[in-house]
């Protein structure tokens, strides 16, 4: 039989799995101004003004919060997105996303 023959091998599937869904958080910082945190939840994250003041307060005081949980690939276009709205305003506001 010579090398070339095509051999069929059992793939067993990995017991572990990358989680489906992903934190997306804001991190405290004492420059970005508050009314752009709340600004960047309303229009990102779709929070009303209320649930925007709440997070913004709670990453202010703890400092990180959670902006939303999504799937891996919308978490990450929020993550630009914040991250691209706080860069062209010149504010160190950081966002990221962890595995819920
Ligand atoms: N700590 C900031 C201030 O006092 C406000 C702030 C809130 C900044 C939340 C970042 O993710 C943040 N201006």
Same mark, same amino acid.
């Given at each position: 039989m010579s090398d070339s023959t095509t051999r069929t091998r059992t793939q067993i599937k990995p017991a572990t799995r990358t989680p489906n869904l992903?934190? !997306?958080l804001l991190l405290n910082d004492d420059y970005t101004p508050m009314d752009f945190v709340v600004e960047v939840l309303m229009r990102f994250f779709r929070k /009303? +003004? *209320? +649930?925007a =003041?709440? =997070?913004m307060l709670q990453v202010h005081h703890a400092g990180v919060g959670v902006a939303g949980v999504y799937p891996f690939e919308i978490a990450e276009t929020k993550v630009n997105? !914040?991250? #691209?709205?706080? /860069? *062209? +305003? #010149?504010?160190?506001l950081q966002c990221i996303m962890e595995p819920e």
């Open positions: 992903y934190k !997306v /009303s +003004e *209320a +649930e =003041i709440r =997070i997105q !914040v991250m #691209g709205a706080a /860069s *062209a +305003e #010149g504010h160190p």
